[in-house]
């Protein structure tokens, strides 16, 4: 079975920070370009940050360009997002995906989620 499982969410206050874990098992993601989503209360799910296979570039929203960064370790299967300078606005749930094909920022370009993890930043 294939899953991938978030951690690393939790409550902090505004400017500080959390490093988000994706693990995934089932199957190597290796070969696959890895992304973060989130979605807060009563919006649409949005693009955050992705990762090519080898992580040699790296995309991110810009409205977390500078505060964040997506990395991964092939070998342990794993996936991160060191948020930084968190904001009030970045509150949501905080999805791990696999891209598959299209448009890159879509969210229907993607196959495998997480359950996702909470993030919530108080002012």
């Known amino acids: 079975q294939v899953q991938l499982v978030e951690s690393g969410g939790g409550l902090v206050q505004a400017g500080g920070s959390l490093r988000l874990s994706c693990a995934a098992s089932?199957?190597?993601?290796?070969?696959?370009?890895m992304g973060w989503f989130r979605q807060a209360p009563g919006k649409e799910r949005e693009f955050v940050a992705a990762?090519?296979?080898?992580?040699?570039?790296?995309y991110l929203a810009d409205s977390v360009k500078g505060r964040f960064t997506i990395s991964r370790d092939n070998a342990e299967n794993m996936v991160y997002l060191q948020m930084n300078s968190l904001k009030p606005n970045d509150t949501g749930v905080y999805y791990c995906?696999?891209?598959?094909?299209?448009?890159?920022?879509?969210?229907?370009?993607?196959?495998?989620w997480g359950q996702g993890t909470q993030v919530t930043v108080v002012s």
């Open positions: 995906t696999a891209y598959v094909s299209g448009k890159l920022r879509s969210t229907e370009s993607y196959g495998y």
């Open positions: 990762i090519t296979w080898s992580g040699a570039t790296t």
């Open positions: 089932g199957r190597t993601f290796s070969s696959d370009t």
